[in-house]
């Protein structure tokens, strides 16, 4: 099993920047590919980005390409996403999930959701 413990989140006006972390707890943190995904009221939940486990490879949604960087320090056990410029549209809960290595079957690990809220 995995533990993920999301922070970071709040409440941040149009153009600002928010900073979550999600710190995980289990296994071998270094085996897991580490994305994060969001719930706005009233919508699927979406994929943001990833981090793969090796940390060599990243990947983010067009819509938050050039705005948001995830990094991982494996030392801390922790995923990071570094979100800049921040719209209302960006206004959701944020999941932390994992998965071990390359699994082809998904994400099997998921925190409990930080809400972010960014005023216009």
């Known amino acids: 099993q995995v533990q993920l413990v999301e922070s970071g989140g709040g409440l941040v006006q149009a153009g600002g920047s928010l900073r979550l972390s999600c710190a995980a707890s289990?296994?071998?943190?270094?085996?897991?590919?580490m994305g994060w995904f969001r719930q706005a009221p009233g919508k699927e939940r979406e994929f943001v980005a990833a981090i793969r486990w090796t940390g060599d490879s990243t990947y983010g949604a067009d819509s938050v390409k050039g705005r948001f960087t995830i990094s991982r320090d494996n030392a801390k056990n922790t995923v990071y996403l570094q979100m800049n410029s921040l719209k209302p549209e960006d206004t959701a809960v944020y999941y932390c999930?994992?998965?071990?290595?390359?699994?082809?079957?998904?994400?099997?690990?998921w925190g409990q959701g930080t809400q972010v809220t960014v005023s216009s």
């Open positions: 289990g296994r071998t943190f270094s085996y897991y590919t």
């Open positions: 999930a994992a998965k071990f290595l390359d699994d082809v079957k998904g994400y099997n690990y």
